[in-house]
């Protein structure tokens, strides 16, 4: 240890959960995840050989980009004050070593860093003998966050906390009276609720369109129904975490994105792992009192789902045929669920309009980079140069599925159910009328990344979809 060491105060910090509110480890499994469909047999692969080699392996494989990284600001803040008292400070940690190296030089904060290096894993008692022998018993400070820091502690002359339990706090003060408490901890609760997405939701309330279609209204319809809306509702959120997890890396480059529980880290990685297969199974827990072909349809649902989220998402156009699926096999389970079988008209409608929705999702997001100055969507396979032939395909599409109703107005069938079919018209009127301004306001830069929770809040789609309504139920129920 030379002299400038010994009479410098030295603070080491943690990484995983200290500086950053994430996990390195899961960090690179996600990030290697997203580019690589392989990744868990890889790290199956490299666990064979310690922990410190699985993550030498996923940081080769999916290193995370420094710059985006969740920093938690009040230790950063305390870092620059320790520094500026003429401190040193020193970064050591359990992650990969070209992770923590990365790390240092992006935020130049760290006289040393110290780090798992593919053979020994930096953490609990290998770093407190690490710490000891480099800096003396008791000759540093250490802010940790984890109980396998409590090692490290009983060497340190002073601790720090951030973000613990009270239980750990407690323990903490009993081995160093006096130590500092940074970021108390917070109810991950309302991240959770928001990683879930309950707004999305909304989308399916297609289950009931084959009723609708139907007249076929009875309770038994309408109980499965909510059955399979509270199942598909609980498998979309798994899903929605599923793709938060393989996206948080690009999602942190989007500025609104950025913002996202598991992105922002106000959702730790490891609940949002731990509750993706939970919310699979209690979606599937309700699958199973309804028809089997429901659960089929359930399953065939998530297994797109999944391929949209590890590739097709990066595929031009084909991204917008497996959203328009998406949303169009809700359809098809909530027919299952009731037990009715959608006719052509319900399934050819519902292709195109989905289509010219998963369009204008594509254009809205082509459209805000423009704005930003972006030429290329991160993690997407779109450039601004394809927003014109977007545009025209989500235009296209949407007025496909008002041709397809009004050809529909004039089968048979439409006359028996039906006692004043002309009203119809006047619908398909008000739809082409919405479809045309969802466009319009898409390419305004208007419209959120998502276009049914944007017409779930804005006023003029409200309304038009209760014109439409009104007009079919006008056309069921007058007598005149």
């Known amino acids: 240890m030379d002299q400038a060491t010994q009479v410098r105060p030295v603070l080491v910090v943690d990484l995983d959960g200290t500086l950053v509110r994430s996990d390195m480890l899961y960090e690179s499994f996600w990030s290697a995840f997203s580019r690589d469909w392989r990744t868990p047999m890889r790290a199956l692969a490299g666990l064979l050989h310690g922990k410190a080699a699985l993550k030498a392996r996923l940081a080769a494989l999916g290193a995370p980009d420094p710059a985006t990284l969740p920093y938690n600001a009040e230790v950063l803040q305390v870092i620059r004050d320790w520094r500026a008292a003429g401190g040193l400070v020193a970064l050591v940690t359990a992650a990969d070593e070209t992770i923590a190296t990365a790390i240092a030089n992006h935020l130049d904060l760290f006289d040393e860093v110290h780090a798992s290096d593919g053979t020994t894993n930096l953490k609990g008692p290998n770093k407190a003998a690490f710490l000891r022998d480099r800096f003396g018993e008791g000759g540093f400070t250490y802010a940790g966050d984890h109980d396998a820091d409590m090692a490290v502690w009983r060497e340190a002359g002073a601790a720090m906390t951030v973000g613990v339990s009270g239980r750990l706090r407690r323990r903490v003060d009993d081995l ?107 979606g599937i827990t309700f699958a199973l009192m309804l028809p089997p072909t429901f659960l089929l349809a359930l399953a065939a649902y998530y297994a797109l789902t999944v391929a949209y989220s590890l590739w097709l998402k990066r595929k031009p156009i084909l991204d917008i045929c497996a959203l328009a699926s998406l949303y169009t096999m809700r359809v098809i389970a909530g027919g299952a669920a009731a037990s009715i079988t959608p006719s052509v008209w319900l399934m050819a409608f519902s292709a195109f309009l989905f289509f010219s929705l998963g369009a204008v999702k594509r254009q809205a997001e082509l459209v805000d980079m423009v704005q930003r100055g972006v030429t290329e969507a991160a993690g997407r396979g779109y450039r601004v140069t394809d927003l014109p032939l977007v545009t025209q395909m989500a235009t296209a599409a949407g007025f496909v599925a008002v041709l397809v109703l009004m050809l529909y107005l004039n089968e048979p069938e439409v006359l028996t159910l039906y006692n004043h079919p002309l009203l119809l018209w006047a619908a398909c009127l008000v739809l082409l009328y919405w479809v045309s301004r969802m466009v319009l306001v898409a390419s305004r830069g208007k419209m959120d990344d998502d276009p049914t929770v944007f017409a779930a809040r804005d006023p003029v789609s409200l309304v038009s979809v209760a014109l439409i309504a009104a007009l079919f139920i006008a056309a069921k129920v007058l007598a005149w």
């Open 176 to 282: 160093r009276p006096g130590a500092r408490h940074l970021s108390p901890p917070k109810s991950t609760l309302p991240a959770l609720l928001k990683a879930m997405r309950p707004h999305q939701w909304l989308k399916n309330m297609l289950i009931f369109f084959p009723m609708i279609a139907a007249h076929d209204f009875n309770m038994t319809a309408l109980y499965m129904g909510a059955l399979a809306f509270v199942a598909f509702s609980l498998v979309a959120s798994s899903v929605y975490l599923l793709n938060d997890l393989l996206d948080i890396g690009s999602d942190r480059l989007h500025p609104r994105k950025r913002l996202r529980p598991l992105a922002s880290g106000a959702l730790p990685l490891r609940t949002g792992m731990a509750m993706v297969p939970a919310l699979l199974a209690a």
